[in-house]
């Protein structure tokens, strides 16, 4: 279906934005859920960010995802946020209504989502958590409402990793970053929520032979899809999950929050993520 003016519109902001494969995905469901519906990129600057979100809540704009740098940002301007969002301290979800902001974080969602999707069970065992960004923060709060038995987190700066932990898992244990493959040893899950592993980036090392045979490791990099850190897991042998899983999790119920319905199940998302990946390159 064409849009019309009587459209329901959405959209994705950062900087930078052109990289997002959000739009693609997006315009995906739309399209084959045959809604008269549009999603746009837009591309704002920081000290903008504020001013754009209040001036898209007053308009017919149902709502936004929000990426980098804008997470923080979309949370402080909220008039209510949910407790996902205000527990891990950013936003990836402004939905609008009546001139008011309301905040949420799907990307712990999403994160699960990915677990389920490859029949990982959270709760099974141990997990260890590589980072301490927005990313890691997501993740270690989805863990932790899922009932991981033990939390584990490693980071460069371990009082970044101490401060997170003091947030969400008071309980958590912190390794030094140059003693992470001491984390391994019975681990049931490892996930790197650091930006190691980026394309033409350093990627993240580990002594795979330290952890337990059926360990399952997750990357929250989707480009390149198969970082160092997930082909040198898979070379011992351990089961995988890439980034995609993540982004694709966190899509959908932005999806249904904008547009009244669940995105179509005919529209298969990852091999639509992974086609627009390779063409990227």
Known sequence: M??????????VV?????????????????????????YTPYRVAGEQAAEFFRALAASQCAGLNVTLPH???????SDEASA??????????????????????????GFLNALKSSQVEPSRGPVLILGAGGAARAILYALVE?????????????????????????????????????????AALVVNATSLGLSGGE?????????????VVADSVYKPLETGFLRDAAARGLKTIHGLGMLIGQARPSFEAFYGAPPPESVEA??????????AE
């Open 2 to 11: 064409r849009p019309t003016g009587a459209a329901r519109i959405a959209g």
């Open 14 to 38: 950062g900087d930078p934005i052109a990289h997002s494969l959000s739009p693609s995905l997006m315009s995906a469901w739309i399209e084959a859920a045959g809604l008269n519906a549009v």
């Open 71 to 77: 997470k923080q940002t979309a949370l402080a301007v």
């Open 84 to 109: 996902a969002a205000r527990a891990i301290g950013a936003a990836n979800l402004l939905t609008f209504r009546d001139g008011r902001i309301h905040a949420d974080n799907t990307d712990a969602a």
């Open 146 to 186: 899922a009932g991981a038995p033990e939390i584990r987190l490693s980071n460069r700066s371990r009082a970044n990793a101490r401060a997170m932990a003091d947030d969400l898992a008071p309980g958590a244990q912190i390794h030094d970053w140059d003693r992470r493959d001491d984390a391994l040893a019975g």
């Open 203 to 215: 990627d993240l090392v580990f002594d795979w032979s330290r952890a337990p045979a059926d360990a």
């Open 270 to 279: 990852a091999a639509l993520m992974v086609s627009l990946l390779e063409a």
